[in-house]
């Protein structure tokens, strides 16, 4: 790609006819596409549009190489002006024009309600306002670890600046100097509810002010005050706020300041009125019969980001090596990053932080890759957001955290990451009851509910040290966003029954396989992580009795590994044993593939049913029959039965 970003001193007038002229199209199209659809953001998409004319017409991008890895990254944060950026985009070459004007918003079509990273000259999905400027930060953040020249442009609205995420993000880039990033805010001064200074009054200059970055102010009408705002910001080696004035339904009088045609469609009546003052012809009826018959034609991204990383050899903690699975995370991240550290052909490992290092155990990564740790504080939102979008750009992106904050917390964030097919490695610590002391805040119980209604996160729950180095050593080269979650406690190593490591030697990780660690006929216990070192106590306990039962590692219990359920069925018993919610964890994913397979056993869910308390972890488990004389009992009694 050889086209230079705002190249040109000034806009000479010829271009500044031909941008006026786009405008007055591109307005057209815009309200076309949103009274076809009954549905849209017309007055909005208006007032952002000569703002996305002069970024992606001098921006580095190109119609002709839409995903060339050397572009510019344009993140339009403020998704429902979606009318704006398919009429720009069609308008430049991006896509037929026709097509997203007759199929936005219809289903089976790309062009939906909210852009979506699919589409050429998209970076990013959004739609959830606030989150823009947090993935402008992960791309910029991977820029720079690349050594890439390219920039990023984050174009918000006005309204969304109110977003907590968002003063964050403007920490995050002002810390790291992100001098490749440029926020462009849409100012109109209107959201659904009324004007923004009277729905939420918020002093967005002196807000990016106080965060230090530098501020421009321009007409966000005047192509020319558009074109030297972004030139200059271009040219800044600190991260940069342009701050657009701009009128709400800008180019049609009617829609002029009016906050009800934020998201609100013109009337046929009104579209008529508006296209008249435009100079435009009347379109509907062409467009809605292409709107019957729509083909989509638009080559969508189909960019792979490739990873080269060599994952190293395993650590094996023998059998008086009790440690905890968070240290064995450590030290096996900490060794790749060292591994890798030097290698040209390795893919950069970035690992982000919220003020938690010393206790995920991230630490260990400071002496062997410090330059790729990002320290972001206790900012946890942003965080899960940046690092989801610095993984869309060819870098293993590392994220660490508490279960709670990690997973509970940031939820949301991580639903967006999922819709971005992201490649987000993320790593959650202290998990369950095993917490103890800190109380029912800071014991997560829910992560496998959450992240099962995520349909491309791959959760995993390591049962010792040395499954859990496999682990990481397994999922950091590959593609896909993983969930590996693990407590606080120190674990003794799980062994085989000739006393020797059970996960060393051959053993090898296999996202969706079971670990048979224990055989047995007369029931079986299926569970996972922290109890694992319980469960094998409460089978030896039972073998002690004369009762053999199998014991199971389902480590992937959203990839359930249907071959060992239906040997584990067949003794007649299955027992679901775990430190989580009792009606969202393995009990219930068992539960269901039972029903569905219609089996008949004897089922048995063993969990936690309600909040903890604090105390320690022994004590908790007691308090909820999870301890292994309690166990014991129940599978004692469910054999009598």
Same mark, same amino acid.
């Given at each position: 790609?050889?086209?230079?970003?705002?190249?040109?001193?000034?806009?000479?007038?010829?271009?500044?006819?031909?941008?006026?002229?786009?405008?007055?199209?591109?307005?057209?199209?815009?309200?076309?596409?949103?009274?076809?659809?009954?549905?849209?953001?017309?007055?909005?998409?208006?007032?952002?549009?000569?703002?996305?004319?002069?970024?992606?017409?001098?921006?580095?991008?190109?119609?002709?190489?839409?995903?060339?890895?050397?572009?510019?990254?344009?993140?339009?944060?403020?998704?429902?002006?979606?009318?704006?950026?398919?009429? *720009?985009?069609?308008?430049?070459?991006?896509?037929?024009?026709?097509?997203?004007? &007759?199929?936005?918003?219809?289903?089976?079509?790309?062009?939906?309600?909210?852009?979506?990273?699919?589409?050429?000259?998209?970076?990013?999905?959004?739609?959830?306002?606030?989150?823009?400027? &947090?993935?402008?930060?992960?791309?910029?953040?991977?820029?720079?670890?690349?050594?890439?020249?390219?920039?990023?442009?984050?174009?918000?609205?006005?309204?969304?600046?109110?977003?907590?995420?968002?003063?964050?993000?403007?920490?995050?880039?002002?810390?790291?100097?992100?001098?490749?990033?440029?926020?462009?805010?849409?100012?109109? !001064?209107?959201?659904?509810?009324?004007?923004?200074?009277? *729905?939420? +009054?918020?002093?967005?200059?002196?807000?990016?002010?106080?965060?230090?970055?530098?501020?421009?102010?321009?007409?966000?009408?005047?192509?020319?005050?558009?074109?030297?705002?972004?030139?200059?910001?271009?040219?800044?080696?600190?991260?940069?706020?342009?701050?657009?004035?701009?009128?709400?339904?800008?180019?049609? &009088?009617?829609?002029?300041?009016?906050?009800?045609?934020? $998201?609100?469609?013109?009337?046929?009546?009104?579209?008529? @009125?508006?296209? /008249?003052?435009?100079?435009?012809?009347?379109?509907?009826?062409?467009?809605?019969?292409?709107?019957?018959?729509?083909?989509?034609?638009?080559?969508?991204?189909?960019?792979?980001?490739?990873?080269?990383?060599?994952?190293?050899?395993?650590?094996?903690?023998?059998?008086?090596?009790?440690?905890?699975?968070?240290?064995?995370?450590?030290?096996?991240?900490?060794?790749?990053?060292?591994?890798?550290?030097?290698?040209?052909?390795?893919?950069?490992?970035?690992?982000?932080?919220?003020?938690?290092?010393?206790?995920?155990?991230?630490?260990?990564?400071? !002496?062997?890759?410090?330059?790729?740790?990002?320290?972001?504080?206790?900012?946890?939102?942003?965080?899960?957001?940046?690092?989801?979008?610095?993984?869309?750009?060819? *870098?293993?992106?590392?994220?660490?955290?508490?279960?709670?904050?990690?997973?509970?917390?940031?939820?949301?964030?991580?639903?967006?990451?999922?819709?971005?097919?992201?490649?987000?490695?993320?790593?959650?610590?202290?998990?369950?009851?095993?917490?103890?002391?800190?109380?029912?805040?800071?014991?997560?119980?829910?992560?496998?509910?959450?992240?099962?209604?995520?349909?491309?996160?791959?959760?995993?729950? +390591?049962?010792?040290?040395?499954?859990?180095?496999?682990?990481?050593?397994?999922?950091?080269?590959?593609?896909?966003?993983?969930?590996?979650?693990?407590?606080?406690?120190?674990?003794?190593?799980?062994?085989?029954?000739? $006393?020797?490591?059970?996960?060393?030697?051959?053993?090898?990780?296999?996202?969706?396989?079971?670990? /048979?660690?224990?055989?047995?006929?007369?029931?079986?216990?299926?569970?996972? $992580?922290?109890?694992?070192?319980?469960?094998?106590?409460?089978?030896?306990?039972?073998? /002690? @009795?004369?009762?053999?039962?199998?014991?199971?590692?389902?480590?992937?219990?959203?990839?359930?590994?249907?071959?060992?359920?239906?040997?584990?069925?067949?003794?007649?018993?299955?027992?679901?044993?775990? !430190?989580?919610?009792?009606?969202?964890?393995? $009990?219930?994913?068992?539960?269901?593939?039972?029903?569905?397979?219609?089996?008949?056993? @004897?089922?048995? @869910?063993?969990?936690?049913?309600?909040?903890?308390?604090?105390?320690?972890?022994?004590?908790?488990?007691?308090?909820?029959?999870?301890?292994? !004389?309690?166990?014991?009992?129940?599978?004692?009694?469910?054999?009598?039965?």
């Amino acid at each position: 790609m050889n086209k230079e970003r705002f190249s040109a001193s000034a806009l000479s007038p010829e271009e500044l006819t031909r941008l006026k002229e786009l405008g007055r199209r591109c307005r057209g199209d815009i309200i076309t596409m949103t009274t076809l659809a009954k549905s849209g953001h017309p007055g909005g998409s208006m007032s952002t549009v000569d703002l996305l004319i002069v970024l992606y017409s001098y921006a580095r991008v190109s119609s002709s190489q839409p995903f060339s890895p050397l572009r510019d990254r344009i993140i339009v944060s403020h998704g429902h002006v979606s009318p704006a950026v398919y009429s *720009v985009l069609g308008r430049l070459g991006f896509f037929n024009v026709d097509e997203a004007i &007759s199929g936005f918003r219809r289903i089976d079509t790309p062009f939906e309600g909210h852009v979506i990273r699919e589409l050429p000259g998209i970076e990013w999905s959004t739609g959830n306002l606030g989150q823009g400027l &947090s993935a402008g930060c992960g791309m910029a953040i991977a820029a720079r670890v690349k050594e890439e020249d390219w920039l990023t442009f984050v174009v918000m609205s006005d309204g969304e600046q109110a977003k907590g995420q968002i003063a964050e993000a403007r920490r995050i880039a002002r810390k790291f100097k992100l001098g490749n990033l440029i926020g462009l805010i849409d100012y109109n !001064d209107i959201q659904i509810s009324g004007y923004v200074h009277e *729905v939420m +009054p918020q002093n967005i200059k002196g807000n990016y002010e106080s965060d230090g970055w530098k501020v421009i102010e321009v007409d966000g009408h005047d192509y020319l005050s558009i074109y030297q705002g972004l030139k200059e910001a271009a040219n800044s080696e600190e991260p940069v706020a342009i701050i657009a004035r701009t009128i709400i339904g800008k180019g049609v &009088s009617f829609m002029e300041d009016k906050w009800e045609y934020h $998201g609100k469609p013109l009337t046929e009546e009104e579209y008529i @009125k508006a296209m /008249q003052e435009l100079g435009l012809e009347n379109e509907l009826k062409k467009y809605s019969e292409l709107r019957k018959n729509y083909r989509c034609t638009v080559e969508l991204r189909k960019e792979e980001v490739e990873y080269n990383l060599d994952p190293g050899t395993p650590f094996t903690y023998k059998k008086e090596d009790k440690t905890d699975n968070r240290s064995a995370f450590g030290k096996a991240l900490a060794d790749i990053g060292r591994i890798n550290r030097d290698k040209k052909d390795s893919s950069p490992l970035i690992i982000f932080d919220c003020d938690l290092a010393s206790s995920v155990k991230t630490s260990y990564c400071l !002496d062997t890759c410090p330059e790729n740790f990002f320290e972001c504080g206790v900012q946890e939102h942003s965080t899960a957001t940046l690092s989801g979008a610095a993984s869309t750009q060819g *870098v293993v992106a590392v994220f660490s955290d508490f279960g709670v904050f990690g997973v509970d917390e940031t939820f949301n964030q991580h639903r967006l990451n999922d819709m971005n097919h992201t490649n987000l490695k993320l790593v959650c610590t202290h998990c369950g009851l095993d917490v103890g002391q800190d109380g029912k805040t800071h014991q997560c119980i829910d992560y496998i509910g959450a992240m099962k209604n995520l349909f491309g996160y791959k959760v995993i729950i +390591p049962a010792d040290p040395n499954q859990t180095d496999r682990v990481i050593r397994y999922i950091l080269p590959r593609k896909g966003n993983y969930l590996v979650v693990m407590g606080r406690s120190k674990l003794s190593v799980i062994l085989k029954e000739d $006393g020797t490591p059970f996960f060393a030697g051959d053993y090898q990780f296999a996202y969706g396989k079971a670990d /048979q660690l224990r055989e047995g006929t007369q029931g079986a216990i299926l569970t996972y $992580g922290t109890l694992v070192t319980s469960a094998v106590q409460i089978w030896e306990t039972l073998h /002690q @009795k004369g009762i053999d039962i199998q014991l199971w590692n389902i480590s992937s219990p959203l990839a359930l590994d249907e071959e060992a359920l239906e040997k584990a069925v067949s003794t007649g018993l299955v027992l679901t044993y775990e !430190d989580h919610h009792i009606g969202t964890g393995l $009990g219930s994913i068992v539960g269901e593939k039972i029903a569905e397979k219609g089996a008949s056993v @004897k089922f048995v @869910k063993l969990g936690v049913s309600s909040y903890g308390e604090s105390s320690t972890p022994s004590d908790l488990y007691r308090k909820f029959g999870l301890d292994v !004389d309690s166990v014991v009992e129940k599978v004692t009694k469910a054999l009598r039965k």
